[in-house]
Each structure stands twice: as C-alpha cells, then as structure tokens.
C-alpha cells in the first residue's frame, strides 16, 4: 500500500542499492476452535520464496512463489490440500530518471487449478480474512498485471504518490468435475503521502487510500457473480521511544455492494475489515532487535442494504526477533497467538490461533 506513498518508492525501485536478495523460510498458521464449530482445528504450514535482482540502473526483475500444506479435522473427517502456489514476476522499470516507476508482472500457474470438491470447506476456512492466513489460496489459472506508480514532494519535509494497475486473470477450473470460471479483470488507484510530524519531526506519519473494482466473474454454465467497489484506508505513525522505535497503524478495507446487475448476478456480500495494531522495536545490540507487538482485527459482512454482522474478531499479540547474522544474512523469528471469537449459528465459538515464523533474507 505504501510504496506510492511518496520519497522511499524510489528506493523501491530499480535504484534500490541492494542489487540481489533472496528470502525464504517457514510459517505456521494454526486456529483451535471452541467444541460447537464445524472445524476442530485448521492448519497450514508454507514455504516461501522470493528473490530480487537488479538487472542495472533502472530494471529489477522479482520472483516469489512457494510451497504449502493445509489440513482441517471436522465431524465428518480430515481435509488436506498441499502443493506449491502460483508463481508472480515482476519487472519494474524507473522511468524519467527514477521518479516513475512502470511494472509488469504475470503470475504463472504453478499451483492447483484445481481441487476436490471435498476441499472447498479447507479453502473457504482459508480465505476467511479475520483469520489471516499465510496462504490463502493455492493456485488459479494465472494472470498479467500492469502498473505504474511515481512520487512527488509536498512543501520541504513531506511527499506524496499516487499508482495504478489493471490485472487480467485466465480461465481456470476452480474444482475437479466443474465448470470453467473466467474472473473479471480489476483495477486499483493508489494515493498516499507520507512526512514528519511532531516537535521537531521526531516522529513520521504514512498514509495511503486504494480504490479497487472488478469485473464479474463468468461461470461456464453461464451463471455469474460480482463484487462492488473496494475503499481501503491505511496509516501508520512511527515515534521514537527511548533507544527504540514505536510503530502504530490502523488498516479499514470496505466492500461495497455491487451497482448495474440485475437479480440473475450471485453478488458478494458487502464487508469490512478493520485492523488496528502497535510494535514497539527496541535494539538489543547492534546485531540484534527485540520487537513486542499485538494487533486487533475483525471482519463484518452483510446483505445490500441493511447493518453489518460481525463474523468474528481477535487479538493477537507476539514478538519479533531479528538478527543479523552477517553484512548480507538476516534471521527473522517470530511468535504469536491469537484469542478471539467467530460467529457461529446465531451465537459465537473461541478460538486460538498460534503462529511461528522463522525467515531468513540474504542480500548483496
């Protein structure tokens, strides 16, 4: 969201100094529900890769796919699906010496496209977003994305930017036996701006709004199904505490009900996500930081008209522990675990969600 948030998008681009990085590692999602829901417990493990390099002045070139595993126990048995996910390059270009920035970037189908019918539930679980998961979705049918983004200076000590994209996805198979689903294309508008602010500039703010809207998708019978415009807000205030840093930031995505289909159009409910967190970093010696953090999050959804239900909220707190190994290694450890609640039948059911990260970055 923030890289068209103004001066660092530079440094983003292709005149970035580190000319080769490479990022891989392990993640481990897992929630624990209350005895009354219909899952058990739903877990996922996930490899990540990605590597970044800088062809020359103006042009890096960015991989990033992966590996992996999820499994649900439920009444009725055990669900799994596992495999490695889509794969996206990207080429970005700064253009007119660095201040616009121009991408291309295609996602190639490496992961499933598609699934058993018996795994749709695992996938739904997955992409429930109060949850969050790592991975939530293991493969569609590709894509081709275009964007730019550029920046500009606001007075003396503040920025600002603004981007845009259009993505174009390919016909899949979603499930085993099914029809074909053809996506609807989406684009996205970015602004944002970014600068100093408090006595003395000690602290520094981020800001940035999106805009996002798409096209219905096609089912091959001929049935189709829409979701309205998306509005996403973001802000992030960094202030310095001590020998330390403090971090807070506040994440608001609305899904609006769709607008110019008739009753035909399944039409996605409206929605709103709402994320609200702090971390305090504080550096242990030079090689090593200690970050406690927590975040709060919940997601409601309702019909066209009317109030929004809450589906479920949590709270999560952890620490991070970076250490730099080395001029070009960097170990990244975190811990969390999540307490919180989801909707369940007219009443709600608990759960705990822990998470286990381990990540390491290498560059040059």
């Known amino acids: 969201m923030c890289l068209c948030a103004a001066a660092p998008l530079a440094a983003q681009g292709p005149t970035a100094r580190v000319g080769t990085a490479a990022r891989t590692g392990f993640v481990f999602d897992g929630y624990y529900f209350g005895s009354s829901y ?103 049918g590709g894509g081709v994305t275009g964007g730019f983004a550029t920046a500009f200076k606001l007075g003396e000590r503040w920025a600002a930017g603004v981007g845009g994209s259009y993505r174009r996805y390919a016909r899949y198979t979603p499930v085993a036996g099914g029809g074909d689903l053809e996506p609807g294309g989406e684009g996205r508008v970015r602004l944002g701006a970014e600068g100093p602010v408090g006595g003395g500039g000690r602290g520094y703010f981020r800001g940035a709004a999106m805009y996002a809207t798409s096209g219905a998708d096609t089912l091959s019978a001929g049935s189709r199904s829409a979701s309205g415009p998306r509005f996403l807000l973001y802000s992030g205030l960094s202030l310095p505490a001590g020998r330390g840093s403090l971090s807070l930031y506040a994440y608001d995505r609305y899904r609006l009900r769709p607008h110019g289909y008739d009753s035909t159009v399944v039409q996605v409910p409206r929605g709103n996500v709402l994320a609200l967190g702090a971390r305090l970093e504080r550096p242990l010696s030079p090689a090593l930081s200690l970050a406690p953090n927590v975040e709060f999050r919940h997601e409601l959804a309702g019909p066209p008209t009317g109030r929004l239900v809450l589906l479920g909220w949590l709270v999560r707190p952890g620490v991070d522990l970076r250490y730099r190994a080395s001029g070009a290694l960097t170990v990244l450890v975190q811990g969390q675990v999540a307490f919180g609640r989801l909707a369940d039948s007219g009443s709600s059911v608990s759960l705990v969600g822990p998470r286990a990260v381990v990540l390491l970055e290498w560059a040059r």
């Open 38 to 140: 219909a899952f058990d417990h739903v877990v996922e493990w996930t490899v990540p890769i990605s590597l970044s390099h800088r062809l020359g002045p103006s042009l890096t070139v960015d991989l990033s796919s992966g590996y992996a595993h999820a499994a649900a126990a439920t009444t009725s048995g055990t669900l799994e699906v596992s495999g490695p996910t889509d794969t996206d390059v990207r080429m970005s270009w700064a253009a007119v010496s660095g201040r616009v920035i121009v991408s291309v970037a295609g996602t190639l189908p490496t992961g499933k496209k598609g699934v058993d019918s018996s795994s749709v539930p695992l996938l739904s679980a997955l992409a429930t977003e109060v949850l969050n998961f790592t991975t939530p979705s293991f493969g569609t």
